[in-house]
């Protein structure tokens, strides 16, 4: 049974007006409802049992919590925003209103970058499936939480299937996308924007905003980190996620990744190899935006070079499901390449780093792997791999080549690769958030590509400190935050949608890095 559908049910409780103050600090630290003293009953019989039933609170409390819940055996984190705050806080379960657990408030921190004092609690040892919510005398209740198994099982197949509902040029049935379901969109011909009078077939694909623009580099980053995701977590991707294709002996995600595909080869010039930069809806204020004409911008050196990135990628994984349209893809992979040195010089762009690299591991050929010397002999090579996320996925592709490698080289860059992981984990325990960037001025991007050499990482040397570091990201993503709002779903008390806030889901880049996060965590 989905999570979501166990939770979401309000019940009663006794008054707290009248009993916590009370309880507050009856309970020693960390102690459960099983320990309390038993002059508790005492001191509740003065209190007439008043039932009214549980509301959402009214403020954005300063009690912060991970609103979709938490694993029963994980570690539970809670962030209290105040100064001078008592050294306890109390646990209650929603349906029944009882007091199930007491926990430790530790010392207040200051938190410069966000201008507060911050406090920690943990609740590790309430391990009892339910939804609860947490109270303390002076910042009063959180908003309600669920502690339970497979709490992220939902979210994962949600973010997975946000794909299936962006995809262009098909009829989505109530059957697979629910109230998302349309005709067919996108299906005429599109018309080149430097020459209109040329006819192109761009049908397919995924729509990546509102105005249902497809851009191949976006695109071939997006599949990417999908691929990536799977080849370090392949378990946590099933075959019966909930699209057309499901049943089909290959995972859901590949098959996916193949509608995205079977699009970006229609946008490879068959005369250059060069890759269109993006299919662009034109459509008039106020007119039916799945109807509107379609324009394809000129070819792009940022769009070749990342298809043929991609496009090598995709053939290695899939060459095992269907090893006649993996061949195609290698050859348009190729060709790619061919159209980027013709145009550019490689050292003029670090994505032909990390195309050098899948196409060595296709192919095995000499020429892609002396690319790849090239660049590992540069002087800023160590600053580029902390850096350029081409040079850092790049080198992630050269340490799981089967092919030929310079077994120095590999000994080098698991070295860069364990310093940028530890700094990252470094960053997340100074954080009274438990997180690498609290503020996220500019987005989710840093936290989230963090998230992804973590998930990197633990695959190839599983560190249980990471995997926890990973788990708070979640947390805060789900309400753990200042703001605290829920940044993924919409069904919890105070989600995007209620703070006029994007959610991470509706954004295709990040989604991808959100999938690959939370990959680990569905292990």
């Known amino acids: 049974m989905n999570f979501f559908s166990r939770l979401l049910k309000k019940n009663k409780m006794i008054s707290l007006a009248c009993i916590l103050p009370l ?134 197949d949600e973010a997975c299937k946000k794909y299936y509902i962006n995809r262009c040029g098909l009829a989505l049935s109530e059957n697979y996308a629910g109230d998302n379901a349309h005709s067919a969109c996108h299906t005429t011909a599109a018309h080149l924007q430097e020459d209109p009078s040329v006819e192109l077939d761009v049908t397919g694909g995924w729509h990546m905003d509102e105005q249902a623009g497809k851009d191949s580099a976006l695109g071939c980053r997006i599949a990417e980190d999908l691929i990536m995701a799977y080849e370090m977590n392949e378990s946590a991707f099933s075959d019966d996620s909930g699209i057309p294709e499901s049943g089909n002996d290959i995972p859901d995600i590949l098959d996916e990744v193949r509608y995205e595909v079977e699009w970006l080869l229609k946008m490879q010039d068959p005369r250059t190899g060069g890759v269109y930069g993006a299919a662009v809806t034109n459509a008039a204020e106020g007119a039916d935006l799945f109807a509107a004409p379609v324009f394809v911008t000129p070819v792009s050196m940022d769009a070749t070079i990342s298809f043929a990135s991609m496009l090598a990628r995709f053939s290695y994984f899939y060459q095992q499901y269907d090893g006649e349209f993996a061949t195609t893809c290698l050859k348009a992979a190729d060709r790619a390449w061919s159209c980027f040195l013709n145009n550019q010089k490689i050292t003029d762009n670090t994505a032909s780093f990390k195309a050098a690299a899948q196409l060595y591991r296709a192919t095995g050929s000499s020429s892609y792997h002396n690319v790849l010397t090239d660049f590992f002999a540069r002087s800023d090579f160590k600053e580029l791999f902390d850096t350029d996320e081409n040079i850092f996925l790049g080198s992630v592709t050269y340490l799981s080549i089967s092919q030929q490698v310079d077994v120095q080289t590999c000994g080098v860059l698991m070295k860069y690769l364990m310093k940028k992981s530890e700094a990252i984990a470094q960053a997340a325990s100074r954080s009274t958030y438990l997180v690498t960037d609290a503020a996220a001025k500019d987005g989710f991007g840093k936290m989230l590509q963090d998230m992804r050499c973590l998930t990197i990482t633990d695959h190839i040397i599983y560190n249980h400190e990471y995997t926890t570091i990973i788990e708070n990201h979640a947390h805060y993503f789900m309400g753990m935050n200042p703001k605290a709002v829920n940044f993924v779903t919409d069904d919890t008390e105070r989600s995007y949608k209620d703070a006029s806030l994007g959610g991470i889901m509706n954004d295709p880049e990040e989604d991808a890095l959100l999938i690959f996060m939370l990959s680990v965590l569905e292990k």
């Open 23 to 156: 309880l507050g600090s009856v309970a020693g630290c960390g102690a459960s409802s099983a320990e309390l003293p038993t002059d508790v009953a005492d001191i509740t019989s003065f209190v007439v049992p008043v039932q009214v039933d549980y509301e959402e609170p009214v403020q954005i409390p300063n009690t912060l919590v991970d609103q979709v819940g938490y694993e029963a055996a994980s570690e539970k984190a809670v962030v209290f925003r105040g100064e001078n705050l008592t050294d306890s806080f109390a646990i209650y379960d929603v349906e029944s209103g009882d007091q199930v657990y007491t926990g430790q408030i530790l010392k207040s921190v200051y938190n410069e970058e966000l201008g507060e004092y911050d406090s920690i609690g943990y609740f590790n040892d309430l391990e009892d499936e339910g939804r609860y919510f947490i109270f303390s005398d002076e910042l009063g209740q959180s908003y309600s939480f669920y502690i339970g198994e497979d709490v992220y099982g939902g979210l994962f």
